[in-house]
Nanobody, 123 residues
Framework: VQLQASGGGLVQTGASLRLSCVDA????????MGWFRQAPGKEREFVAS????????HYGDSVKGRFTISREKAKNALYLQMNSLKPEDTAVYYC?????????????????WGQGTQVTVSS
């Protein structure tokens, strides 16, 4: 497994969680990375992305102002700080490595995917 995501869990509305994703094969240093999520019965949704430098980010409209994506290249790690969580944030969250160095927002622009970590927000 190349990408290992962790940090999910069961929290109450308004709580915070920090997701982590480690690139075990260290192939993402020159690539953008991103987080996507998929709730039961719904299509995969873009959450956030960051370019290879860590200087450019994009967010899905539903998480803007609440989530922050970051990366630590020395540790081959990607993070997603999630604040003010809502029940509609409940989903399996996936980290991914992009085909290129930019902060892509389309899942078709990603080539490697992690196994996902479950986030459940209770009301």
């Amino acid at each position: 497994v190349q990408l290992q995501a962790s940090g999910g869990g069961l929290v109450q509305t308004g709580a915070s969680l920090r997701l982590s994703c480690v690139d075990a094969r260290r192939t993402s240093s020159n690539n953008g990375m991103g987080w996507f999520r998929q709730a039961p019965g719904k299509e995969r949704e873009f959450v956030a992305s960051i370019d290879w430098r860590g200087s450019s980010t994009h967010y899905g409209d539903s998480v803007k102002g609440r989530f922050t994506i970051s990366r630590e290249k020395a540790k081959n790690a990607l993070y997603l700080q999630m604040n003010s969580l809502k029940p509609e944030d409940t989903a399996v969250y996936y980290c991914a490595v992009a085909l290129r160095g930019g902060s892509a927002t389309d899942s078709a622009d990603y080539r490697y995917w992690g196994q996902g970590t479950q986030v459940t927000v209770s009301s």
